[in-house]
């Protein structure tokens, strides 16, 4: 793997831990809202333009629960 590569893996993964915290952040405030999990799951999911699996959002959502 180059340089190269190895920068814009680093730079890729960065981005994905910054989307998972923004994620918790948005998690937490919807279930203060008493939001249903289903509703969260789908409205994060748009949210995100659909980037994450719904399997990794539902992982999110179940360390949050």
């Known amino acids: 793997m180059s340089l190269e590569e190895k920068i814009r893996d680093r730079e890729v993964t960065a981005r994905l831990e910054g989307k998972i ?3 918790y952040s948005l998690i937490k405030r919807l ?3 008493n939001i249903d999990s ?3 799951v789908s409205s994060v ?3 995100y333009d659909s980037e994450l699996p719904l399997s990794t ?4 959502l179940d360390k949050e629960l």
């Open 21 to 23: 915290e923004d994620i």
């Open 31 to 33: 279930k203060k809202l």
């Open 38 to 40: 289903e509703t969260i």
């Open 45 to 47: 999911h748009e949210d």
């Open 57 to 60: 959002i539902n992982k999110i």
